[in-house]
């Protein structure tokens, strides 16, 4: 069975801090697809990066980077010089590629991350 | 393009009525579902379809039923409104399995 776990419940910064975002993973698949999505304040969820599992390069975007070590099953999501309109909750999510469970999005219970000016 | 297109954002309903919440996507994805949002549970999976007339349940399809009679439309009946049910409901959709998904803008639902 899939699982995504966010250990960190709430996080609170001042601006220009840099944070990590944990997410931990467990899946019998070995393709598998990973996501993080941010839901801010006005309630959309906004798609962010996806990751496949045979492809372990770390990614950055800007202020954003993502390090998705296979060995730890954990994808994790830095943001850099922290700024207020970071303030969301974010998503980390699983998806398999096969088997009975293909199709099916498995979310994390989310991080409320608080970015105070 | 619209996305994917959810109806509508806010509703009260009381114990015991049905109702239909709405999902249209004009991307031609194959896949759809529906979630709801709690606090502190994430989203959680109600039901999916990998295409037009396959169905699937999800983590917590008790209460629920869908169907998907066209590739564009993918509704979401409560049959019986419990307070339980009380969330936010989002619908998703996407090309295909190792896709990012699009979310609607969720809908609200109250039932007292």
């Known amino acids: 069975a899939q699982k995504v776990t966010q250990a960190q419940t709430e996080i609170s910064v001042v601006e220009k801090e840099d944070v990590t975002l944990d997410c931990v993973y467990e899946?019998?698949?070995?393709?598998?697809?990973l996501f993080w999505y941010k839901q801010p304040p006005s309630g959309e969820l906004v798609f962010l990066i996806r990751?496949?599992?045979?492809?372990?390069q770390n990614e950055i975007s800007g202020r954003y980077s993502w390090n998705f070590q296979k060995s730890t099953s954990s994808f994790n999501f830095t943001i850099t010089a922290s700024q207020v309109v970071d303030s969301a909750v974010y998503f980390c999510?699983?998806?398999?590629?096969?088997?009975?469970?293909?199709?099916?999005?498995?979310f994390g219970q989310g991080t409320i991350l608080t970015v105070h000016p | 393009n619209a996305g994917v297109t959810q109806t509508p954002k806010f509703q009260v309903l009381k114990t015991g009525q049905s109702m239909t919440l709405q999902c249209a996507q004009d991307?031609?994805?194959?896949?759809m579902s529906w979630y709801r949002q709690d606090p502190g549970m994430g989203l959680r999976l109600i039901h999916y379809s990998v295409g037009a007339g396959i169905t699937d349940q999800g983590e917590v399809p008790n209460g629920y039923n869908v169907s998907r009679s066209t590739t564009e439309d993918f509704p979401l009946r409560l049959l019986s409104a419990a307070p339980s049910q009380t969330s936010v409901y989002f619908c998703?959709?996407?090309?295909?399995?190792?896709?990012?998904?699009?979310f609607g803008q969720g809908t609200r639902l109250t039932v007292v």
């Open positions: 998703a959709s996407s090309y295909r399995r190792g896709r990012e998904a699009f």
């Open positions: 990751r496949n599992s045979f492809d372990e």
């Open positions: 999510a699983l998806r398999d590629a096969g088997g009975t469970s293909y199709g099916k999005l498995t």
């Open positions: 991307m031609n994805h194959e896949y």
């Open positions: 899946t019998r698949d070995t393709t598998y697809y």
